[in-house]
C-alpha cells in the first residue's frame, strides 16, 4: 500500500515516449524525421549557411518493421566531446535561451534515441565536423537510462581532410512507413514553404523528393537576448540573485534584463520603494516576492525586443502560400511585435483563395510555429478556434468557399501544448494577435473580392 | 555558439508547465483542484474507504490574485517519513504498477508546488496520517530544483489522539477564479456523476457545491498484476533481466510476466527455439532483441486480463448521464475487455438522448478515462474524432438532434496525448473499441426511436 518509487527522469520519458509524439510506429516514423530535420535548420540557418539537408528512409528488415532513417547536414555540427551528451542526456541542449529556434525542450534526439533502444535495440550512429575542425567524430551512441548517461558503445576519429562542417545522423526504428509517407512529404513541403533557402534531397522506400533552394536570400538571424522583466516569475528572480548574491538591486536590474539602463533602473527602484544599493543576497523572502511581484506591474518598461526574433516575412509567405496551396489569390501579413508575460511574439497570417483551393466548410488550415510546420493535434491548437470563430461574412465569404488560411507564430517561447510540438496552447495575446491577423488579411481578401464582384457585374451588362 | 547546458528535471517542468496544464492563471487553478481531487479519490476508493472530499478555495489577497487552495480527504494517508518525498521530488510515485489508478505521471503534486512556488513563493502545506498512526505529520515544503529535492520548511508532529487518517492540503497560488469557476464546478459535477459514492463539499469564492452521495455501493478495486509478454519492449526486459540475472529462461517468464505457467513458457520457449534453462544474464544483444520480438509475437499467450481495471458498469453511467443531462433517455454499454500493446483496457459509452438536450449539429462530448472527466483539449482527443466520423443516420439520427455521447476508457496504461492528461492520443486499438461502443449504444437508441416513431404514427390516425 504504502510502497513509493522514484523513476529516473530518461526512464519516465522512455514509459510516457506518447507524450513526445511516440505513441504508434508511423506517428514515431514522422517524429524522428522531423526532430532531425528541425535540428538540422537550426544548426545551418541562424549561422548563414545555406541548409543543404539529406534524407534518406530505407527498409532493412520488412519482417518486423525495421527502418534507418539517415539525415544529414551542413551546418556547424557538434564538438567532439558533446556530442555523448548531446544524444545521451535528457535536457541537454544549446537552445535554453531568449531566442528563437526550432528546439526548444532539449529532448528531441533523446526521443529518437529512447525510442530506437526500445524498439530495436540499435544505438544511434552520428558523424559530426565542427567549422573548421581537422577532425570528424563518429559514435555509437545509447542511453543508460537508470542515470540519464549516454552509454558510449563505439568511438572513431578521422581526419577532416576536406574540412567538412555538418552532422549526419543514422537511426533503426520501427516504423510504419505506408501509414507515415503523406505526412512526412506534408512536412517537408510544408518546410521548403516557409525556408525556400533550404534544399532537401528526400529519398524514400518507394518515393523521392528534390526540394530544391529557389533562393539564396536568407531571413536575418535572431539575435540573443536577456529575459524582459515581465518575464520572470519569482522562483527565477531567486536564482537570478543566488547566481550573484553581492550585486545591488542597481546591478541586478542592469545586468539581468534587456533594456534596463541606469535611467530606468532608477525610476522603477524609486516606484517601488527599493533602495538601489541594497544587496540582493540581503533581501528577505517576503523582499524577493514583493521585488518579482513590482517587476511584472511596472508599467514603464521598454516592450519586449522583436530582435531575438526571425519572421518569414508577408512576401515570403504569399509566394509559399500559393505555391503549396495553387491558389488563385494570397493576402499576407506579418503583424508587428507583441508579447505575452514579456515573451516577444510574432504572428503572421495568409489568407489564400480560389484557384486549386476546393470548397470547404471549414477553412483549411497550415499553422505554423517557429517555421516549424505543426501538423497533427489540430483541434488542440488555438489556431483552429481562431479560424473557425472568425466571421468571414464580413469580408464577403459565404461557406462553403475556396479558402485556406496560414498562420505562422515565432516567439522566445511558444507556449505549445505537449513536448511533441504540435499544437499552441491558449493563450489570450497570441490569440488576440491572431484574430487581428487574420482580420488584416481578410480586409485585403474583401477588396479583391468586391472587385471581382463588380467586374463580374460588368461584365453581364 | 557551442554553448550546451544541461536543465535539471524539476527546473525544466518548472520553465515549462504549460505541458502539464498550468498555461496561465485560470487553467493553473483548474489543473491545482484537479490533482488533489484525483490524489484523493486514489487514496480512498481503492481501499474501500468512502471518500469524503473537502474542497475550500478563497481569496488571500485580491490585488495579486492570489488564492488559497484547500483540499481534505478521509484516504490513507501519506507516511511521514514520505512526505517530503511524495511532495518534493519529480517522478516519485505509488503508482507506477501495473494498476488501473488515475494518477499515472508521478509529477501531479510537485507542479502544484512550483507553480505556487513560482507564483507566490509560498511552500505547501501537508497535514497527514496513515491509517491506524498514533501520529500526524503537518509539513511546510518547497521544491529545491537543481537537485530535484524537498526543501522542509517547516515539520511538526502531533498526537494523532482520535485516530484520523487522511490529508489534507494546501496552497497558495496566482490564479483567475473567474476565468476557471465554471470549469472547476463541471468537474466536480463530472466527478460525481462517475464516482457517486463519493461526497464532494466544494466551497469557493462565490458559490458552494454539495454532492451528497448517492450510493454506498462502491466498484469492485482493481488489483495490482504484473506485465503481460505483449507489453514490454527490448530496454524493458533488458531491465528485467539485470535485476536477476541468475534466473533461466523458464524462470523469467514465470516470474516477470502475468498468466505464464510452467506449461505456456515450454510452449513459448519451444516455439521460439530458446533453451529453457539458458540463464539470462548470458544472453547475448542480439538474443535478448530476439527474446522480446518473440514476445511481443507469439499468438498463445493469455488475453491480457481486466482484474487491474475498476469500469464504471453501464447502470452506473445511465444514472449520472441522466441526472447530469436531463436526458429523456440514456442507452449505456461496457465492452468486453480488450488491449493495446499488451495494456488491457474497458471501453464504456452512453447515448443520451432528448430531454434537456438542447439540439445540436455535433454530438455533445463527456470524456473519462480512468474514472477522470476530461474537459480540455477535445481536439485533440480521439474520441472527438470517432463521434465526429459515426453515421448518426443509421440509427434514425437526423442532425441537429439532441443527443451527448459520454465515453470513458479505463486502462492501466492511457495514452494521454500531454502530461496534463486532457486528452486521449489515437491507438487505433481504443478507436475501434470506441467505435464498436457507439454502435452497440446506438442500436439501442434506434430500437427506442423507432418505437416513438411508430407510436407517432399510431397517435396521428
Ligand atoms: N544537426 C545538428 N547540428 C548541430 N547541432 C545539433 C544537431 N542536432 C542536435 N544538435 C545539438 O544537440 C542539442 C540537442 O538536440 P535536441 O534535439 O535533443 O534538443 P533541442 O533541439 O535543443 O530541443 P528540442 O527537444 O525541442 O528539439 C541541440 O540543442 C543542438 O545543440
Ligand atoms: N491525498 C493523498 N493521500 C494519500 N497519498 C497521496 C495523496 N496525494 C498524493 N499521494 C501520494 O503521493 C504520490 C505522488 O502524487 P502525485 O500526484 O505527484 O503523482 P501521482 O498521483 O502518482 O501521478 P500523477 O502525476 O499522474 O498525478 C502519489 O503516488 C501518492 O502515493
Ligand atoms: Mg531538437
Ligand atoms: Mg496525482
Known sequence: TYAYEALPVAEWFRRNREIAGFQ?????????????????????EPYGILPNILISIKPVDESKSWYSIYVEDNGIGIPGGEIPNVFGRVFYSSKYKIKQHRGVFGLGLKMVVLYAQSTTN??????????RSDKIYEYKIMIDTTKNEPIIIDRREYNNKYRWHGTAVKVIIEGNWLNSKKRIEDYLRRTAIISPYAEIFFKGPDMELILKRRTTKMPHPPEEGLPHPKSVDVDTVKQMILENPKSTL????????????EGLAKSFLEWAGLDPNKVVGGLTQEEVTYLAEKLKAYEGWRRPRADWLSPAGAELLEVGARSILGAEAVFAVTRKPSSYSGHPFIVEAAIAWGGQIPPVDKPILLRYANKIPLLYDEGADV?????????????????????????????TKVPYASAGKEAIAEISEIEEEMRLALRDAARKLRIYLSRKEREMELLNK
Open 383 to 411: 489556431a483552429r478556434k481562431v479560424v473557425d470563430e472568425f466571421n468571414w461574412q464580413n469580408y464577403k465569404v459565404k461557406l462553403p468557399a475556396p479558402l485556406a488560411v496560414l498562420i505562422h507564430v515565432c516567439s
Open 122 to 131: 540499435k544505438p544511434i550512429a552520428v558523424r559530426s565536423a565542427t567549422i
Open 24 to 44: 504508434n510506429s508511423a506517428r514515431a516514423m514522422y517524429q524522428t524525421v522531423r526532430e532531425l530535420v528541425e535540428n538540422s535548420l537550426d544548426a545551418t
Open 250 to 261: 542597481m546591478e541586478f536590474l542592469m545586468n539581468n534584463f534587456d533594456g534596463i539602463g
